[in-house]
C-alpha cells in the first residue's frame, strides 16, 4: 500500500482555469501513478469571495475531466470536513497550542499603520515587511489597545537568524533566511484562518504527504514550514510547477482562447483532448501518441517536470481534440453533437450524421452545415466551382443519374459505371460530384457521403446539373 497522498486545494472565488486544471491533473496523476489517495480541499475561508456556485462549478469540471478525489467535498472521511469553512474548531485547538508556546501574539496594528511603515521601509531602500511592531508589548500595553476596540490579528513570531531549506520536487534545493520573512498573519481580526496557517494545517492533518502547487507559492513554503515546524506536526514534500502563460509569453487571458475549463467544455473541447494536452505541458518524455485516460498515470513523473514556464498554444490543443474525436464511440458522438443538430431531427439521421461527420468536424458547431448540406439544400457554389461542372458538362450529371439508377448509392460501383460512361476517373470524376452533391471541395469521404444522402436528394442533385 502506497503513502503517497496528494491534494489539490482551489479556493472557489472563480471558475477552475487551464492553470489550475493542470495542477489538478499533475497532482491526481502523482497520486494515482504511486497507488495512492488523492484528496479534494475547498480553501474558502475568504467568504467575500467564495460561493457555493463556484464550488459546485469547479468540482464539476474535476469531473468532467475524469479526476476523481478519494476523499473531499461530498466524499467525507474521518480526516474532514474538507471545506476550510467547517473546520474552526480544529483550527481554534492549534491557534491555543501555538500561542501557548509563544509562536503567537496578538497584532494591534491598524491597516494605515501598517501602509505607512510599508511606504517608510521602501523608502529606505529595504524590503517591506512587518516591522514587529507589536511583537514585544507588555500585558499591559495589549490591555490598552484591546480596550480602545482594536481587534488583533494573531501572528507568527519568526525565529530569526537561520536558514529555511526544502527539496522542492521540481525546483530542487531551497533555502530562505528566516530573519527576511517578517512575522506573518495566522488568524485574521476578523477570527479567519490566514492561508500560511489553514493551507499547512490541512496538509498535515489530511495525511498529505506531497503537495504539487503553483509556483507563486514558493516564497509561502517555509512561512509555512516554519508553522509545521512549531505545531511538530509532518512536513509534506512541495513540488512547484513552472507558471502556464498565454501564447504571447503574458498571463492566461481569455482573449487568447483558453478560458475556464467551464468555456471549453461548452466550446466543445472533449476531456480526453484536454488531459492529452496537458499532461504534456511542462511535462516531458510522454510518448508523442494518443494516451488513453486509464493509461495517463503510467506516463507521468515528477521528475520530468520542467523548470521553465510553458506557453498555452491552441494548435497543439487542437491537435489532441482531433484525436479525441477520432476516438469517440458512436453514441459519444452523438451526444457530443447534440446541440449543434437541427432540432426535431430523428435519432437514426442524428447518428448517420454524426457518423458521417466526425473526422471533418473539431467542434459540434462545425456539423451544422453538413447538416444543412445532408438534410437541407447544398451551399451555392462560387465561380470556379461552376467552372468545374460546367467542364465536366450536362452529360457527364446525366449519366451520372443513369449510373446511379442502375447500381445505387455504392461508391465504387457507381465510379465504375460512371467510368464505363464516360471515361473520367479520379478527381476529375469525384469532384464534379461531390460538388454537386455538396457545394464544398472537401469534406466526409465520398462512400458514407453518399449512402447517407437521402436517394431522392442525390437524384435532384445530379439532375439539377444535368440541364
Ligand atoms: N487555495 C490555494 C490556491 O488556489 C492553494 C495553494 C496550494 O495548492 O497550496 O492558490
Ligand atoms: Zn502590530
Same mark, same amino acid.
Given at each position: 500500500?502506497?503513502?503517497?497522498?496528494?491534494?489539490?486545494?482551489?479556493?472557489?472565488?472563480?471558475?477552475?482555469? +487551464?492553470?489550475?486544471?493542470?495542477?489538478?491533473?499533475?497532482?491526481?496523476?502523482?497520486?494515482?501513478?504511486?497507488?495512492?489517495?488523492?484528496?479534494?480541499?475547498?480553501? &474558502?475561508? !475568504?467568504?467575500?469571495?467564495?460561493?457555493?456556485?463556484?464550488?459546485?462549478?469547479?468540482?464539476?469540471?474535476?469531473?468532467?475531466?475524469?479526476?476523481?478525489?478519494?476523499?473531499?467535498?461530498?466524499?467525507?472521511?474521518?480526516?474532514?470536513?474538507?471545506?476550510?469553512?467547517?473546520?474552526?474548531?480544529?483550527?481554534?485547538?492549534?491557534?491555543?497550542?501555538?500561542?501557548? &508556546?509563544?509562536?503567537?501574539?496578538?497584532?494591534?496594528?491598524?491597516?494605515?499603520?501598517? !501602509?505607512?511603515? #510599508?511606504?517608510?521601509?521602501?523608502? =529606505?531602500?529595504?524590503?517591506?515587511?512587518?516591522?514587529?511592531?507589536?511583537?514585544?508589548?507588555?500585558?499591559?500595553? /495589549?490591555?490598552?489597545?484591546?480596550?480602545?476596540? /482594536?481587534?488583533?490579528?494573531?501572528?507568527?513570531?519568526?525565529?530569526?537568524?537561520?536558514?529555511?531549506? $526544502?527539496? !522542492?520536487?521540481?525546483?530542487?534545493?531551497?533555502? $530562505?533566511?528566516?530573519?527576511?520573512?517578517? &512575522?506573518?498573519?495566522?488568524?485574521?481580526?476578523?477570527?479567519?484562518?490566514? $492561508?500560511?496557517?489553514?493551507?499547512?494545517?490541512? *496538509?498535515?492533518?489530511?495525511?498529505?504527504?506531497?503537495?504539487?502547487?503553483?509556483? *507563486?507559492?514558493?516564497?509561502?513554503?517555509?512561512?509555512? +514550514?516554519?508553522? @509545521?515546524?512549531?505545531?511538530?506536526?509532518?512536513?509534506?514534500?512541495?513540488?512547484?510547477?513552472? @507558471? %502556464?502563460?498565454?501564447? *504571447?509569453?503574458?498571463?492566461?487571458?481569455? #482573449?487568447?482562447?483558453?478560458?475556464?475549463?467551464? *468555456?471549453?467544455?461548452?466550446?466543445?473541447?472533449?476531456?480526453? =483532448?484536454?488531459?492529452?494536452?496537458?499532461?504534456?505541458?511542462?511535462?516531458?518524455?510522454?510518448?508523442?501518441?494518443?494516451?488513453?485516460?486509464?493509461?495517463?498515470?503510467?506516463? $507521468?513523473?515528477?521528475?520530468?517536470?520542467?523548470?521553465?514556464?510553458?506557453?498555452?498554444?491552441?494548435?497543439?490543443?487542437?491537435?489532441?481534440?482531433?484525436?479525441?474525436?477520432?476516438? +469517440?464511440?458512436?453514441?459519444?458522438?452523438?451526444?457530443?453533437?447534440?446541440?449543434?443538430?437541427?432540432?426535431?431531427?430523428?435519432?437514426?439521421?442524428? /447518428?448517420?450524421?454524426?457518423?458521417?461527420?466526425?473526422?471533418?468536424?473539431?467542434?459540434?458547431?462545425?456539423?451544422?452545415?453538413?447538416?444543412?448540406?445532408?438534410?437541407?439544400?447544398?451551399?451555392?457554389?462560387?465561380?470556379?466551382? +461552376?467552372?468545374?461542372?460546367?467542364?465536366?458538362?450536362?452529360?457527364?450529371?446525366?449519366?451520372?443519374?443513369?449510373?446511379?439508377?442502375?447500381?445505387?448509392?455504392?461508391?465504387?460501383? %457507381?465510379?465504375?459505371?460512371?467510368?464505363?460512361?464516360?471515361?473520367?476517373?479520379?478527381?476529375?470524376?469525384?469532384?464534379?460530384?461531390?460538388?454537386?452533391?455538396?457545394?464544398? #471541395?472537401?469534406?466526409?469521404?465520398?462512400?458514407?457521403?453518399?449512402?447517407? %444522402?437521402?436517394?431522392?436528394?442525390?437524384?435532384? #442533385?445530379?439532375?439539377?446539373?444535368?440541364?
Amino acid at each position: 500500500m502506497s503513502t503517497t497522498v496528494t491534494r489539490f486545494a482551489p479556493s472557489p472565488t472563480g471558475l477552475l482555469h +487551464l492553470g489550475n486544471a493542470r495542477t489538478a491533473l499533475f497532482s491526481w496523476l502523482h497520486a494515482r501513478a504511486a497507488g495512492g489517495r488523492f484528496i479534494v480541499r475547498a480553501e &474558502d475561508t !475568504d467568504a467575500a469571495r467564495s460561493s457555493e456556485e463556484f464550488l459546485t462549478a469547479q468540482l464539476e469540471d474535476l469531473r468532467w475531466l475524469g479526476i476523481d478525489w478519494d476523499a473531499g467535498p461530498g466524499r467525507e472521511d474521518a480526516l474532514g470536513p474538507y471545506r476550510q469553512s467547517q473546520r474552526g474548531e480544529v483550527y481554534a485547538g492549534l491557534y491555543e497550542t501555538l500561542e501557548r &508556546d509563544g509562536h503567537l501574539y496578538p497584532c494591534y496594528c491598524s491597516a494605515v499603520e501598517l !501602509d505607512v511603515s #510599508r511606504r517608510a521601509q521602501l523608502a =529606505a531602500g529595504q524590503p517591506p515587511r512587518y516591522a514587529g511592531t507589536c511583537r514585544d508589548l507588555m500585558p499591559a500595553q /495589549r490591555a490598552a489597545r484591546a480596550a480602545e476596540g /482594536r481587534a488583533p490579528t494573531l501572528r507568527f513570531r519568526v525565529p530569526g537568524a537561520r536558514r529555511v531549506t $526544502f527539496e !522542492d520536487g521540481v525546483r530542487g534545493p531551497q533555502s $530562505f533566511e528566516a530573519a527576511d520573512i517578517g &512575522d506573518f498573519i495566522l488568524r485574521r481580526a476578523d477570527g479567519s484562518p490566514a $492561508f500560511f496557517f489553514c493551507n499547512a494545517v490541512d *496538509d498535515a492533518l489530511m495525511g498529505v504527504t506531497d503537495v504539487l502547487r503553483g509556483e *507563486d507559492h514558493v516564497a509561502n513554503t517555509p512561512r509555512q +514550514l516554519l508553522v @509545521l515546524e512549531a505545531l511538530g506536526l509532518p512536513q509534506p514534500r512541495y513540488a512547484h510547477l513552472p @507558471l %502556464l502563460l498565454g501564447a *504571447d509569453g503574458a498571463p492566461l487571458s481569455k #482573449r487568447q482562447g483558453a478560458a475556464s475549463v467551464a *468555456d471549453m467544455r461548452s466550446r466543445g473541447y472533449l476531456p480526453e =483532448a484536454l488531459v492529452n494536452y496537458l499532461l504534456r505541458l511542462g511535462h516531458q518524455g510522454a510518448p508523442d501518441a494518443w494516451i488513453e485516460r486509464a493509461d495517463l498515470p503510467k506516463h $507521468f513523473a515528477l521528475a520530468r517536470v520542467g523548470h521553465s514556464p510553458s506557453r498555452f498554444d491552441e494548435q497543439q490543443l487542437l491537435h489532441w481534440q482531433r484525436e479525441a474525436i477520432k476516438r +469517440l464511440p458512436a453514441e459519444a458522438a452523438v451526444e457530443w453533437l447534440g446541440p449543434s443538430l437541427p432540432p426535431g431531427l430523428s435519432a437514426d439521421d442524428a /447518428r448517420r450524421l454524426a457518423q458521417l461527420v466526425q473526422h471533418n468536424v473539431i467542434f459540434p458547431d462545425d456539423a451544422a452545415p453538413w447538416a444543412q448540406v445532408v438534410f437541407g439544400e447544398p451551399p451555392a457554389l462560387g465561380e470556379a466551382d +461552376l467552372a468545374v461542372l460546367e467542364e465536366a458538362g450536362t452529360g457527364f450529371f446525366a449519366a451520372a443519374l443513369a449510373a446511379f439508377e442502375e447500381v445505387g448509392a455504392d461508391a465504387g460501383a %457507381l465510379a465504375r459505371a460512371l467510368k464505363a460512361r464516360t471515361g473520367r476517373k479520379g478527381a476529375a470524376l469525384f469532384m464534379p460530384l461531390r460538388l454537386a452533391l455538396t457545394g464544398c #471541395r472537401e469534406g466526409p469521404e465520398f462512400g458514407p457521403l453518399l449512402a447517407t %444522402l437521402a436517394p431522392d436528394k442525390i437524384r435532384a #442533385r445530379f439532375a439539377a446539373r444535368a440541364r
